[in-house]
């Protein structure tokens, strides 16, 4: 995007699918993987409208590494098979017309004796963390 929140000239996007990302690595991997894939929901908006509501959980990433691990290797948790059958494909798509602001919204909702905010802000000094979310679709540009 060229601009913040909005797709550049007249250009309109229709979202096939959504996806998150998530990778934790580091002395609290599983329990920030844990924490942060049961307590955090993403809003997809279009203006001031929500379009899609779910949790983490809900938008499995369909990509990426993946392992069970074993007695000799750290376990890999991963959102998701990565595979492109797993990613959460939308009934109907959304279409963002031309010049429509676009915003995802992360939240966090504590649940449990453990807030993964807290959990994240005060993670160890080894510990890598990646959030991601990702909306799938055709690009299209009106060319005259």
């Known amino acids: 995007m060229q601009s913040a929140g909005q797709l550049a000239s007249d250009q309109t996007y229709v979202v096939l699918a959504l996806r998150c990302y998530l990778y934790f ?3 609290n991997a599983r329990a920030l993987y844990n924490q942060v894939s049961s307590q955090l929901y993403f809003t997809f908006q279009l203006g001031d409208k929500p379009q899609f509501s779910a949790g983490c959980w809900y938008h499995p990433a369909g990509g990426g590494i993946y392992s069970g691990g074993n007695a000799t290797v750290a376990p890999v948790f991963s959102n998701g098979m990565p595979t492109q059958e797993s990613i959460l494909k939308l009934a109907r798509p959304i279409v963002i017309p031309v010049r429509q602001n676009i915003a995802v919204q992360a939240q966090f909702f504590a649940m449990g004796g453990t807030n993964a905010l807290t959990l994240l802000n005060s993670a160890a000094t080894d510990d890598q963390m990646c959030i991601q ?12």
């Open 133 to 144: 979310y990702i909306f799938d679709g055709l690009q299209t540009r009106d060319v005259q």
């Open 25 to 27: 690595d580091g002395t």
